[in-house]
């Protein structure tokens, strides 16, 4: 078959592999740097096609509440925003995965906090991994680095939300949403019959075939505090099923390198040069992109912890996934770290002298 | 007659709605939650669409409706059923989706979403307590507390310099042209339960039939937050609130 390949900007590949990926609903509210997700879809109109709803919120509050909702009624449901409107969605999203419900949050980052700026950030990481939200929970955090992955990313996100049920973030920056590349975009896949719905969610509320089943609700509330924490464990044991089974990394020349950059998303792609440029020096460099964010790689950094000398971390920010990386090394290398935050986008030669640094004797 | 002839259905002249089931309520003696509660179980059963019904809960005193009344429900964050029931319903678009909500959650913490559901002219039906305090939350003062009125945050009585006015909610919905059909109810005698009743039927047919937004307003007592008998409450609602809140449709579109 031939390939459907595009020029896009990354928000028009999430906006496009939605539909293509056979979504039911899209509900959001217009933040910069991610508007042309909406406008992409409202241009689109993927009602006319595939039967797609998309609907503009009245804010970001409503809208993570309509994905909460349409996803307790076994639809496929997204939103997307950036790092303030993400913000305002942390409640709804805690109760998204305290009632194990499935739905999708694109979080196009920028720089903070508050209002921050609208130039590209990295510093929601402890947002989308650790939960704004209240209470014990987490949720899948997806991190592409390329607008291919983008599109990829949104097949993905669909299949592990409804394998796990709970929600979903695709983390992603002002760099990756705004930059254009070529995509091969994904065949149209039909969206779930009512049939298929009631077939693979008979959790769902959504009154389909109620004489045949005992009704469901779905709630987060739970007064009998042994009951609660029951709740909580049984998620926890998911939660560690998760991390057992749905760790996704990239290794670039990492396997064998001394010296290895941790880097995600935008700050991935720019250290991929760094990398290159020192092993052309012939220093044994590499780098390690967790494309996990949550489940984190912690066991393959631990592994090429025991083989190489230093690691760096590079990031949009002042300094978030540097800890998960100290964390699972475990004091066996010294890891630095090298950030720009605030919308401040570094250049490859800034990362290669702070990566150089490191291999001085 | 026998115990057996009486107790045969052809001779019973009242029973439990199918759909309400046995759980003991935990609402308090004279509440009007328990009451609209049945009369939803009675509807949806009498419409016989209980296979594409989807109730939304609130956060206040009805957080466990999904309890009592055998249908699916969705549990929503506080003041959020409207987000809610919008998604659920242009997903389900031949669904009855109706949500149930309290002053408080409807008409402050959640105005935004009730606004601008209704002025999308959401095909749902909002039913709204309005018993002019957060009962669950032990009686603190809502946007529709009277002036005047005692509650535990204002234990000296609603004053304009402090607190502001009870909000107009139900007199704003039917201003905006997304809501087809809005009214207000009481259920505080037979005569005013049956009405009540009707108008839940219109509201819910109004949503199986996407003629647009609709509001049915029950003004309600809370003897605990109100700190009364339930007799003296309902006596007190008939001579303060009814004045302030007086029932009747104030939009009727597809009427006219
Ligand atoms: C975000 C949030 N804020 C506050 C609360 C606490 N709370 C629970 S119910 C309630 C008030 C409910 O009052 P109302 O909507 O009038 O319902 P009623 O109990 O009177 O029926 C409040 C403030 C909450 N659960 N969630
Ligand atoms: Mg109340």
């Excluded at chain 1, 508050?114 to 990481?125: E, F, R, S």
Aim: with cysteine; charged share 20%; proline share 6%.
């Amino acid at each position: 078959m031939k390939k459907d390949i595009v020029l896009l900007k990354g928000n028009e590949a999430i906006a496009k592999a939605a539909y293509r990926y056979g979504y039911d609903g899209f509900f959001g509210y217009p933040i910069t740097p991610q508007s042309e997700i909406l406008e992409t879809l409202s241009l689109d109109k993927p009602w006319e096609t595939t039967g797609m709803v998309v609907l503009q919120a009245e804010s970001e509050i409503a809208s993570i509440n309509m994905v909460y909702a349409a996803g307790a009624t076994g639809k496929c449901a997204m939103t997307s925003s950036s790092s303030p409107g993400v913000a305002l969605m942390q409640e709804g999203i805690s109760y998204m995965a305290a009632c194990e419900i499935p739905g999708l949050v694109v979080s196009v980052g920028r720089g903070g906090p508050g209002l921050g700026t609208i130039q590209p950030g990295q510093a929601d990481y402890y947002q989308a991994v650790y939960g704004g939200g209240n209470g014990d929970y987490h949720c899948i955090v997806l991190a592409p680095d390329s607008v291919q992955e983008m599109a990829d990313f949104m097949g993905l996100a669909k299949e592990l939300m409804f394998k796990w049920r709970m929600p979903l973030i695709i983390l992603s920056d002002g760099v990756i949403g705004q930059m254009m590349e070529k995509v091969v975009m994904p065949p149209f896949q039909p969206r779930r019959s009512d049939d298929e719905i009631r077939e693979q969610c008979p959790w769902a509320t959504n009154g389909l075939g109620l004489k045949g089943r005992k009704y469901n609700f779905m709630s987060s509330l739970e007064l009998d505090a042994a009951e609660m924490q029951k709740r909580n464990r049984a998620m926890t044991d998911k939660y560690n099923r998760i991390c057992e089974t749905e760790v996704r990394y990239e290794s670039y020349k990492a396997d064998d390198a001394e010296y290895i950059i941790i880097a995600y998303g935008c700050s991935a792609r720019i250290s991929m040069n760094a990398v290159d440029r020192l092993r052309s020096e012939g220093v044994k460099a590499g780098m390690l992109r967790p494309i996990t964010l949550w489940p984190f790689p912690t066991k393959k950094i631990k592994e090429l912890a025991s083989h190489c000398k230093a690691m760096l971390t590079v990031e949009l920010s002042e300094g978030q996934m540097v800890n998960d990386v100290r964390a699972a090394v475990e004091g066996e290398v010294p890891v630095s770290f090298f950030g720009r935050s605030g919308g401040v986008v570094p250049s490859p030669h800034e990362v290669y002298e702070a990566f150089k640094e490191l291999v001085k004797p | 007659m026998t115990t057996e002839d009486i107790i045969q259905p052809e001779n019973r002249v009242y029973g439990k709605p199918s759909l309400m089931n046995d759980t003991p309520m935990h609402y308090c003696p004279g509440c009007s939650h328990g009451v609209v509660h049945k009369l939803i179980a009675e509807v949806i059963e009498e419409m016989g669409i209980e296979e594409k019904t989807v109730g939304i809960c609130p956060v206040g005193c009805a957080v466990f409706a999904y309890r009592y009344v055998d249908i699916d429900w969705i549990e929503a964050s506080h003041g959020r059923a409207p987000a809610c029931a919008s998604a659920v319903k242009r997903l389900w678009p031949d669904h009855l989706v109706f949500t149930y909500q309290g002053d408080g959650d409807l008409a402050c913490i959640g105005t935004g979403e009730t606004i601008h559901a209704l002025n999308r002219g959401e095909n749902i039906a909002i039913i709204f307590i309005n018993n002019a305090i957060y009962g669950m939350t032990g009686g603190q003062m809502a946007p529709t507390t009277l002036m005047g009125m005692k509650t535990a945050t204002c234990p000296y009585g609603r004053q304009p310099d402090l607190h502001g006015f009870p909000l107009h909610v139900t007199d704003i919905a039917s201003t905006l042209e997304g809501t087809c059909y809005v009214t207000r109810q009481a259920v505080n005698t037979v005569a005013n339960i049956r009405k009540a009743k009707k108008a839940i039927r219109q509201a819910f047919e109004n949503s199986v039939n996407k003629r647009g937004s609709s509001l049915v307003e029950i003004v309600s007592t809370c003897s605990s937050g109100w700190k009364m008998s339930p007799e003296k409450a309902n006596q007190w609602m008939e001579e303060n609130m009814f004045p302030y809140y007086p029932l009747g449709d104030l939009k009727n579109v597809n009427k006219e």
